[in-house]
C-alpha cells in the first residue's frame, strides 16, 4: 500500500464522527425491525472494530459478592477470516460505564480499554508460525471513579488469539504449543490492581435470533428458524467486578436491607470512540491528534435497532445518556412496534407478531374506571386520564412523584417501556405484580418483583431518562445448576419468568411480601448471558409488563373467571423461533464461550448444523444433546437423561386405544430447542417439574412448540409439589399422580375420559380448578384409582345411560359417589329431566299407580311389603317416593325414570376407603328384606373381589336393573361367578337380608373396587370356570335384551335356595322371563349338587313370554360336563327333547304368556330303569313346593309312555284332588288349584303302568 492513502484511511473515522454529532436533527421516518446491536447505523456498520454488538450485567451465578459485565464488540466474525483475523482496533478507546448515584449527572465509574497490536513474524502471512504471532494483542486498563482523573489498573494484558486450528494452536513445532485453546484462553483472565478481574478476547458471539427473517419486514418463523449468529464470533471485554466496589457507598451485598434495597442499583453503558481528526506526514509520523469522539454506545439492548429511527441512529451512538435528545422519550412512548401489534394500525400488515396484539380496552366494564378502559395503542391515552386524580395519590404516577414524567398526552407507552429503558422501574405502586390486588384495580398495593430505579438527575420531575442497563445488584443470581443438574426454574425470560412465578405460583401469589422469586435477576433487570431479549421486549411491546401490573388484556372481563385468558396465552406464548444460543455458556468467568474454531464446519452468513434423528421403540435412555427428529413409537418408552434440544419434531406415537405405549419421562429436565412436539392419541408424558407443563413459552418440562392432545395420558411423578401446569389440556385420556407431594390443578380445571390414577400422593381441585370424571354412553365412564391418594377438593361425576337396549325413558338405578348430594341434584345438569317427588304417591296404597303427577324418583323400603301377594305386586309396594331435598346416602340407590340422553352429574367430595350400610332390615312376609343399595365410590365395584366385601346376614347375590322401555326392564344377577360381578359407578343394585335373619349389613373398602378402565363392563366370569354350567337365554324376535337362567354344579350346594351359591329371580317388568325352582324358590342362578354319573336331575322351568308368538331358548353356554352326561332341555308339550350340547337353539310357539312346567332341563344318563323308583322320584318335580294357591306338576318321560294318574291325598288319606296326564317323549306337565284345600301336608301318588312314585306337598297361607 502507497503511504499516500494513509491520510484517507485516517480520517475516515473523523469523518464518520462529525456527520454523527452534525445530525441534529432526527428523522420521524420509520424503518424496518431489526433485531441486533449489530450493524445497527449507518456510519458504524463501516467501522465493525468500534461495532458494540451487546452489553450483559449480571450477578456472578457463582458468587454473590461479584457482578459480571461484559461489552461485545465486532459484529459477524468468521471463525475462518484470516489471514488478517479480527482482533480490538488500536485507534479505538473502548468504555465501560457505571453509574451508581441518582445525584450526579455523569459516569460514577468508568473502565477504558487501549490496545496495541505487534507483528512477532513480519515475514509470513500466517497468522501464527513457530511460535510467534501476528497482530498479537494487548491492552492497557485504566479506572476513573467519581469523574477523577484515570489511574493504570491493567499493563499489558494480553488479549487471547482467534481459535485459528489445531497446527497453530497445539503444533509443538511450528504453532503455540498449547495443550488446548481453552486453557490457553483462561491462561489471559488477569487481575487488575483495584480487585477486578478481567477478560480481553474472541468469543463465541452469544446472541441469538432469526435475523434474516427479523429483517425480512419482521417475517418470523417460529419454526424452521435459523440463528443468524450462529457459529459467529465477537470481542469480549469482560469484568468481574466486587459488588463492595459499584456500590455508591462502597458496602457488600451483604449489607442490602432487602432484595430490592434501592441503594444497590446501578446502571451500565458501554461506548467506543475514535481520534476526531489526526494529521500524518511521511517525515513526521503523526502530527495532529483531537479528542475522541463517541461513535458507537450500548445500554439497553435493541435501543438503537427498534427504538430509534434510521434517521437518528448515527446521532444517537454519538451522544451518552446524559445528554440524550428528548426524542428518544417520544420514541419509547409510541414505540414504531406499537404499529405492528395494534389490529387498528398496522397489524394485520405483520401477521407474525399477531399473538402480541395490546391492550386497547383494559379492565373495561370495571367498576370506577373508565366504560371503555384504558387504550395503549399508539398516540393513544393510556392512563394518562388519571393524571392528578386521586386514584393516582401515594403512587409514582402521582405529580408528587413521577407523575409529570410517566403521564404524558397521547404516550400511552410512557408509563412501561419509556421507564424500562430510561429510568428502571421502582418499587412503587404500580409497578408491583398483581398478586394481592383487588380484582380491577391495577393501582393497588401489589407484590414487589422490581426495584431497579435510578435516574439520571436529582430533578426527576423533568427529564431524568438515559440508556442504559439497570440491575439491582442486591437480587440473587437463578441458579443455572442445583446438584449438577440443570435447574429447572432458571428461564430465559428473564423478569417476565418471574412475572408468571409472581401471579401463579402458590409459593409466590399467597401474600405480597418481598420474596427471592427465581429469575428476578434476569432483563431488564441486568441481562444475563442466556436471556432472550428479542422474545422479552416483543412481549413488553405487546403488554405483557402491563398485564403483569393488573392491567389486563381486552378478554379479561368483570365476569371472567381466570386472569389467564387466550390473549395473555397468546403473548406468554410466543415465540420468536430461535430461542437459545448455538451452543452453551461457560460455568465460570469470563462465562461467554470459546470461540469457534477457524477449522470447523462454519462459513458463510448462516451454517447448518446437521442433528440427528433417533426413533426409540424399546425402553431406552436418551443421552443430552441436540437432535433434529425424535420419535418415540407404540414400543418405545425414553427416558431423558439430560438437555434435549430438538430442532425438528419431536413426536410420541399412538398405543393403542387403552394401551399405555410410547412414554416420554422428562427426568425433570426441560426439552428445549426450535422444534415441536406432537402427542398422537394414546400416548403418555411423564412430568416431574414442578410447575407441570404450560401452553406456550420458556417454561414447564416441554418448551418447544407444542401440542398437548386431549386423548393423551399425563404422569406427574415429581419429588416437589406440583402444579399441573397451563399446558394440561381441558381434556385428558388419563392422569395420573405419582408424587406424595401432591399435584394441584391450575390449568383451569381438568376433565377425564377415561382413569384418574392416584397413586401416590393427592389431586387438590378448587371450584376454580374443578375435576369432572366424563361419561359417554360408548366411551364409557371416567374412574378414580385411590391406591394412596384422594382428591382433596369438589369434583364432579358424570353418568350417561348407554341407549342400546332403550333409546328412550325408563328407569335407571342411581347411587351418588360423592358426599352432601341430594336428589335434587339429579337435575342440576341434567337438561330436559325434572324430578317429580310427588308425596300423595306413598300413601295411595292400590292406588298409586293413578297418581298426579306421577312421580319419577324413588328409593326402597322394605317395611312397606305389607302383604304376601304375588311376587310382583308384593315386591313393588317397597318403592317410595323421598323428598328432593332428601341427602343421597352414600350406598342407598334411587330408581329414577329419565331419558337415555341425560347425563347425571353430581358433585361434591368423592367417596374413598371403607363404606358400610348398616341397620339393614328384614320383616316376616315372603318379599320382605329386600334393599336398594348403591356404589358409593366413583369407579365400578367387583362383587368378585371378595376382599373388598364384608356380609353380615346378606345373601350374596347381587342384582341390577337393565331398562328396555319407559315402565319395562329385567334384572341381572350376580352370585358365587355366576353372572357379571361388576357394579358400574353411579349404579344402584338390590341386595336381600338372609332368610331368618332380622338386620343385616354389607360393608365395602377400595379392596372391591375395578382400577382397569372399560368403556362396558365384562359379562365374564374373571377366569375360566371348571364347573358344569347352562346359561339359558330366552328370546323374542322383537326384544334386543334376552332374559337368562343360569344352573350349576357345586359341592356345598343344595337342591333348595343357598344364599352363597343361588340368586333370586326378581321380577321381570318386560314380561320375559325365565327362571328354575328350588323348592318354592324362582332362581335366576341355581347352583346345586355335583351330579352322579348314574343318578339323573330334573330341573324345572318357569317361562314367562310378553305376548303370544314365537319365542327362542339359546344355550349360550353348556360348559364342563362329562361326554357321558347328557343336557337336555325337555318341552313337555310337544314332547321335544332338545340335546343342548348338539343344538343349542331351540325355537317354539307359545300360545299363552305363562308356560309354567313347559320346559325343564335334564342332566343324566341317557335313560333311566322304570325299576328304580327311588331314581324316578327325584325326577319327578313339585313346583312351588311349599305352594300357595296352585302348584306345577313335572313328569319325566322315564315314567313311560302309558297315561299317568296324579292322586292327592290328605293327612286324613281322603282323595282331594285327581288328575290322569298323557304322557309325550318330553313327559308330562299339570298345573293344579289348591287354593279350595286346607293349609297342611298332603301326598302326591302318580302311578303309571307298573310305576308308582310318590311325593309330599305343603300347601300354605
Known amino acids: 500500500m502507497n503511504s499516500k492513502f494513509i491520510p484517507k484511511l485516517l480520517l475516515l473515522p473523523a469523518v464518520a464522527a462529525a456527520a454523527a454529532v452534525g445530525l441534529s436533527v432526527w428523522s420521524t421516518a420509520h424503518t424496518p425491525l431489526e433485531a441486533s446491536s449489530h450493524r445497527e447505523a449507518p456510519l458504524i456498520a463501516d467501522d465493525p472494530v468500534a461495532d458494540n454488538t451487546d452489553l450483559y450485567a449480571f450477578k456472578d451465578p457463582n458468587d454473590a459478592s461479584k457482578i459480571v459485565v461484559i461489552a461485545n464488540y465486532i459484529p459477524f466474525e468468521l471463525p475462518q477470516g484470516g489471514p488478517n483475523y479480527s482482533t480490538f482496533g488500536e485507534n479505538v478507546r473502548y468504555e465501560v460505564h457505571v453509574k451508581n448515584k441518582s445525584t450526579t449527572n455523569g459516569d460514577d465509574i468508568t473502565y477504558r480499554f487501549t490496545f496495541k497490536r505487534v507483528n512477532e513474524d513480519p515475514s509470513t502471512f500466517f497468522n501464527i508460525r513457530l511460535a510467534k504471532q501476528n497482530l498479537k494483542t494487548t491492552y492497557t486498563c485504566e479506572k476513573s471513579v467519581g469523574g477523577g482523573a484515570f489511574t493504570t489498573i491493567v499493563t499489558n494484558g494480553v488479549v487471547a488469539p482467534n481459535n485459528i486450528g489445531p497446527r497453530s494452536i ?18 489471559t483472565v488477569t487481575m487488575a490492581t483495584s480487585g477486578e478481574q478481567v477478560f480481553c478476547g474472541p468469543s463465541d458471539d452469544p446472541f441469538f435470533a432469526d435475523l434474516g427473517a427479523i429483517f425480512d419486514l419482521a417475517n418470523l418463523r417460529p419454526s424452521g428458524a435459523a440463528d443468524g449468529l450462529s457459529h459467529k464470533n465477537c470481542h469480549s471485554i469482560a469484568l468481574s467486578i466486587p459488588v463492595a466496589t459499584l456500590q455508591k457507598d462502597g ?133 394518562y386520564p388519571l393524571k392528578g386524580s386521586a386514584a393516582v395519590a401515594g403512587t409514582a404516577l402521582a405529580d408528587a412523584s413521577l407523575g409529570g414524567y410517566l403521564l404524558k398526552p397521547n404516550s400511552p407507552r410512557s408509563v412501561d417501556i419509556k421507564p424500562i429503558f430510561h429510568t428502571g422501574v421502582p418499587n412503587m405502586r404500580p409497578y408491583q405484580l398483581a398478586t394481592g390486588k383487588p380484582n380491577g384495580n391495577p393501582l393497588a398495593e401489589g407484590k414487589p418483583f422490581i426495584n431497579n430505579f435510578l435516574p439520571l438527575s436529582a430533578n426527576i420531575s423533568g427529564n431524568p431518562g438515559g440508556d442504559m442497563l439497570r440491575l439491582n445488584m442486591a437480587v440473587p443470581a437463578t441458579p443455572r445448576t442445583i446438584n449438577g443438574q440443570p435447574n429447572k426454574e432458571f428461564s430465559n425470560q428473564g423478569l417476565l419468568a418471574a412475572a408468571v412465578l409472581g401471579l401463579v405460583d402458590t409459593r409466590f401469589n399467597g401474600s405480597t411480601d418481598i420474596q427471592p422469586i427465581p429469575n428476578m435477576d434476569g432483563f431488564p433487570n441486568g441481562r444475563r448471558l442466556e436471556d432472550e431479549v428479542v422474545s ?52 465460570t468467568f469470563p462465562f461467554v464461550q470459546t470461540p469457534w474454531i477457524g477449522t470447523g464446519a462454519a462459513g458463510g452468513p448462516t451454517n447448518v448444523v446437521v442433528n440427528p434423528n433417533l426413533i426409540v421403540s424399546t425402553a431406552m435412555p436418551v443421552e443430552a444433546g441436540t437432535y433434529n427428529n425424535i420419535t418415540i413409537t407404540g414400543t418405545g418408552v425414553a427416558a431423558f437423561n439430560g438437555p434435549i434440544q430438538v430442532n425438528g419434531t419431536l413426536t410420541l406415537q399412538t398405543g393403542g386405544t387403552l394401551s399405555i405405549q410410547g412414554v416420554l419421562a422428562t427426568s425433570c429436565l426441560p426439552v428445549t430447542g426450535p422444534g415441536s412436539f406432537v402427542m398422537q392419541d394414546g400416548s403418555t408424558l411423564r412430568i416431574c417439574s414442578s410447575d407441570g407443563i404450560s401452553a406456550m413459552g ?123 348430594a341430594t336428589l335434587n341434584d339429579l337435575s342440576a345438569n341434567t ?24 312421580p319419577n324418583v324413588f328409593g326402597y323400603d322394605q317395611a312397606r311389603v305389607t302383604s304376601a301377594a304375588d311376587a310382583t305386586s308384593a ?39 371403607p363404606q358400610a350400610s348398616t341397620n339393614l332390615m328384614r320383616g316376616t312376609l315372603p318379599q320382605s328384606g329386600w334393599q336398594l343399595l348403591g356404589n358409593p365410590y366413583p369407579s365400578p365395584l367387583d362383587f368378585s373381589l371378595m376382599g373388598g366385601v364384608t356380609r353380615t346376614n346378606v345373601d350374596d347375590a347381587v342384582y341390577v336393573y337393565q331398562s328396555t322401555g319407559q315402565y319395562v326392564g329385567q334384572y341381572r344377577s350376580y352370585v358365587n361367578g355366576v353372572g357379571n360381578p361388576q357394579i358400574s359407578a353411579m349404579q344402584g343394585f338390590f341386595a336381600r337380608v338372609s332368610t331368618g335373619q332380622t338386620t343385616g349389613s354389607l360393608a365395602l373398602n377400595n379392596a372391591a373396587r375395578v382400577t382397569t378402565f372399560a368403556a362396558t363392563p365384562s359379562f365374564n366370569r374373571g377366569g375360566p370356570d371348571t364347573r358344569p354350567l347352562v346359561n339359558l337365554k330366552l328370546q323374542g324376535a322383537a326384544l334386543l335384551l334376552a332374559d337368562e337362567a343360569n344352573v350349576y354344579f357345586e359341592q356345598g350346594a343344595t337342591a333348595g335356595y343357598d344364599a352363597k351359591f343361588d340368586a333370586y329371580k326378581l321380577p321381570s317388568s318386560s314380561g ?52 357321558t352326561t347328557q343336557v337336555l332341555l325337555l318341552d313337555a308339550q310337544t314332547g321335544a327333547r332338545i340335546d343342548l350340547k348338539q343344538q343349542p337353539l331351540y325355537t317354539f310357539t307359545a300360545a299363552t304368556k305363562s308356560l309354567r312346567g313347559r320346559f325343564s332341563l335334564y342332566f343324566g344318563p341317557s335313560a333311566v ?39 292327592l291325598y290328605n293327612q286324613l288319606g281322603q282323595v282331594v284332588s285327581q288328575r290322569t296326564l298323557p304322557m309325550t317323549a318330553a313327559g308330562a306337565t299339570a298345573q293344579f288349584d289348591v287354593s279350595h284345600l286346607a293349609f297342611g301336608i298332603y301326598t302326591l301318588q302318580m302311578t303309571g303302568g307298573t310305576t308308582k312314585v310318590v311325593k309330599r306337598l305343603a300347601i300354605i297361607q
Not at 341 to 363: E, I, W
Not at 575 to 582: C, F, I, R
Not at 747 to 770: D, E, H, K, M, Y
Not at 791 to 807: C, E, H, K, L, S
Request: charged share 10%; hydrophobic share 40%.
Open 1072 to 1123: 320375559l322371563s325365565i327362571s328354575s325352582f328350588a323348592a318354592s324358590d324362582a332362581l335366576s342362578i341355581n347352583g346345586l349338587a355335583p351330579l352322579v354319573a348314574t343318578v339323573a336331575t330334573s330341573v324345572p322351568l318357569d317361562v314367562q313370554v310378553p305376548n303370544t308368538g314365537v319365542f327362542t331358548l339359546n344355550a349360550a353356554s353348556v360348559i364342563n360336563f362329562a361326554a
Open 170 to 187: 497445539n503444533d509443538k513445532t511450528v504453532g503455540l504449543n498449547q495443550p488446548s485453546y481453552t486453557d490457553l484462553r483462561q491462561s
Open 698 to 820: 420458556s417454561t414447564g418440562a416441554i418448551q418447544l412448540t407444542r401440542t398437548f392432545n386431549k386423548k393423551a395420558n399425563y404422569v406427574y411423578n415429581g419429588g416437589a409439589a406440583q402444579t399441573t401446569g397451563t399446558g394440561l389440556p381441558d381434556t385428558v385420556r388419563s392422569l395420573t399422580v405419582n408424587n406424595t407431594a401432591g399435584l394441584t390443578l391450575n390449568n383451569g380445571g381438568v376433565r377425564i375420559a377415561q382413569v384418574l390414577a392416584l397413586t401416590n400422593g393427592n389431586l387438590i381441585t378448587s371450584a376454580s380448578q374443578p375435576l369432572t370424571l366424563l361419561s359417554t354412553p360408548k366411551a364409557g365412564t371416567a374412574l378414580v384409582v385411590n391406591t394412596n391418594g384422594a382428591v382433596v377438593g369438589p369434583a364432579t361425576m358424570q353418568r350417561a345411560i348407554d341407549p342400546f337396549y332403550n333409546a328412550g325413558p325408563g328407569y335407571r338405578h342411581y347411587s351418588s359417589p360423592v358426599a352432601s
Open 1169 to 1207: 330303569l322304570a325299576t328304580n323308583p327311588a331314581a324316578l322320584a327325584q325326577l319327578v318335580q313339585l313346583y312351588p313346593n311349599p305352594a300357595r294357591g296352585s302348584f306345577t306338576l313335572l313328569l319325566p318321560a322315564e315314567l313311560g309312555r302309558s297315561p299317568v294318574t296324579a292322586t
Open 831 to 854: 337438561p330436559g329431566f325434572s324430578p317429580i317427588f310427588n308425596q300423595a304417591y306413598n300413601s295411595a296404597g292400590a292406588n298409586s299407580g293413578s297418581v298426579t303427577p306421577f
Open 536 to 587: 422479552i421486549e416483543l412481549k413488553a411491546v405487546g403488554g405483557a409488563v402491563l398485564a403483569a401490573i393488573g392491567l389486563w388484556y381486552d378478554d379479561y372481563t368483570p365476569n371472567s373467571t381466570s386472569v389467564k385468558t387466550p390473549q395473555l396465552l397468546g403473548v406468554l406464548g410466543f415465540k420468536t423461533g430461535v430461542e437459545n444460543n448455538d451452543t452453551t455458556f461457560r460455568a
Open 875 to 913: 315386591f313393588d309396594m317397597g318403592f317410595v317416593v323421598p323428598m328432593g331435598s332428601d341427602p343421597m346416602s352414600i350406598m342407598s340407590g334411587y330408581t329414577v325414570n329419565i331419558p337415555a340422553t341425560a347425563v347425571v352429574a353430581l358433585k361434591g367430595t368423592l367417596n374413598n376407603g
Open 251 to 383: 458496602k457488600d451485598v451483604t449489607a442490602a436491607k432487602t432484595i430490592l434495597d434501592p441503594d444497590y442499583v446501578i446502571g451500565v453503558w458501554a461506548s467506543a470512540s475514535r481520534p476526531a481528526i489526526q494529521t500524518f506526514s511521511a517525515s513526521a509520523g503523526i502530527g495532529i491528534q483531537g479528542d475522541y469522539v463517541q461513535v458507537s454506545r450500548i445500554g439497553m439492548p435493541l435501543t438503537n435497532e427498534v427504538i430509534n429511527p434510521i434517521g437518528g441512529k448515527d446521532r444517537w451512538n454519538a451522544l451518552t445518556p446524559y445528554n440524550e435528545d428528548a426524542g428518544t422519550d417520544d420514541y419509547l412512548s409510541n414505540p414504531e412496534l406499537g404499529l405492528y401489534v395494534d389490529t387498528r394500525l398496522f397489524g394485520n400488515a405483520v401477521p407474525q407478531l399477531a399473538a402480541l396484539d395490546v391492550q386497547k380496552a383494559s379492565l373495561a366494564g370495571f367498576p370506577g374506571l373508565p366504560a371503555k378502559g384504558f387504550d395503549f395503542g399508539n398516540t393513544q391515552s393510556g392512563l
